[in-house]
């Protein structure tokens, strides 16, 4: 089915540590990756992205990890802080009944300061 | 800021009554998207658009429709609405209809009592 899913729902961090996000993908023909972050009140916003014929991709103190053999997606926040939290989205480019972008389901990241 | 407005921010209505959202994507986008956000629940696709034709099709409702002008902003149409309606109505535009990052509006927040 058209599913994205993630492994955790919350994620709680003390600020300056790192965070890792993970995320599973059901589609094996899905040929590009995105992370999203969605503050409260605001719509999601793109943060870094990965296509298939890469395993990894860095961006400014975040990182993108994919591996297709188990179909698993992966961000790293570096030095975690305060404004990065919020809701986490990984999402999949579905080449199914045309171009879908499906949304997994989300990780709360609380940042302690 | 997206680039991507959406109007009404807020709009309260009846069950059984019809609504229009409005969306205008980035300049130079040519890639409409919709999605449903209800309470605790993750982004659903209902529909995207590329260049005034329909893309793809997710989970959209009967009741709701969507069109692309050819100026390229869209409208989401509600109709028969029920309490189940409730959620946050998203737009999102890309440069293309495949490949690249979505970006989002802030959304239309809709009540239906």
């Known amino acids: 089915g058209e599913s994205v899913g993630l492994h955790l729902p919350t994620l709680s961090v003390q600020e300056g540590d790192n965070s890792i996000i993970n995320c599973a993908y059901s589609?094996?023909?899905?040929?590009?990756f995105i992370w999203y972050k969605q503050e409260s009140g605001k719509g999601p916003q793109f943060i870094i992205d990965?296509?298939?014929?890469?395993d990894k991709r860095q961006g400014q103190r975040v990182t993108v990890l994919l591996n297709k053999t188990v179909k698993h997606l992966s961000l790293q926040i570096a030095a975690t802080q305060p404004g990065d939290s919020a809701v986490y989205f990984c999402?999949?480019?579905?080449?199914?009944?045309?171009?879908?972008?499906?949304f997994g389901a989300g990780t709360r990241l609380f940042v302690k300061a | 800021d997206s680039g991507v407005t959406q109007t009404p921010k807020h709009l309260i209505t009846a069950t059984g009554q019809r609504v229009t959202l409005r969306c205008s994507p980035r300049?130079?986008?040519?890639?409409v998207y919709w999605y449903q956000q209800s309470l605790d629940q993750g982004l659903q696709f209902l529909i995207q658009?590329?260049?005034?034709?329909?893309?793809a099709k997710g989970n959209i409702l009967e009741r709701f429709s969507a069109q692309q002008f050819p100026d390229l902003h869209s409208e989401l149409n509600l109709s028969s609405l029920e309490l189940g309606d409730s959620a946050l109505y998203f737009c999102?535009?890309?440069?293309?209809?495949?490949?690249?990052?979505?970006?989002f509006g802030n959304g239309t927040r809709l009540t239906v009592t």
């Open positions: 658009y590329y260049n005034g034709e329909e893309r």
């Open positions: 589609n094996s023909a899905s040929d590009y």
């Open positions: 300049s130079g986008d040519l890639s």
């Open positions: 999402a999949e480019n579905m080449r199914t009944g045309g171009f879908k972008t499906i």
């Open positions: 999102a535009s890309s440069v293309v209809g495949e490949g690249s990052p979505l970006h």
């Open positions: 990965i296509r298939s014929n890469m």
